[in-house]
């Protein structure tokens, strides 16, 4: 499920995203990262542009998923924590947020 979290950024162009939380635990822990854990992708290029923040109330281990290519590196974000910014070229495309 996706939903919009930002609309300012959505009319500066950017597409404005959540990924949606896994169903239990186990889930989790190779699964979809949690609806909390929000990002914004900029795809209009040759490079894009995913730049992810924590609205948890706890810490986030998670990758970036890409199709085309080699997933990221766990990456761990406090809650409320600043965005990290990640970039890739293309073919690869992004394919989600998910847990480590």
């Not at 239990?24 to 990262?33: D, L, N, T």
């Not at 490079?47 to 761990?76: H, I, M």
Request: hydrophobic residues 40%.
């Amino acid at each position: 499920m996706r939903a919009t979290t930002i609309a300012m950024l959505a009319l500066a162009g950017f597409a404005t995203t959540t990924v949606a939380a896994p169903a239990h635990a186990a889930a989790a822990a190779a699964g979809r990262a949690p609806s909390c854990l929000a990002y914004t992708l900029d795809d209009d290029g040759a490079q894009d542009e995913l730049w992810v923040w924590n609205n948890c109330s706890k810490g986030v281990e998670f990758r970036v998923r890409l199709a085309n290519g080699p997933d990221g590196v766990c990456t761990y974000k406090e809650p409320g924590s600043r965005y990290s910014k990640f970039t890739w070229e293309w073919p690869q495309r992004f394919d989600g947020l998910r847990t480590c």
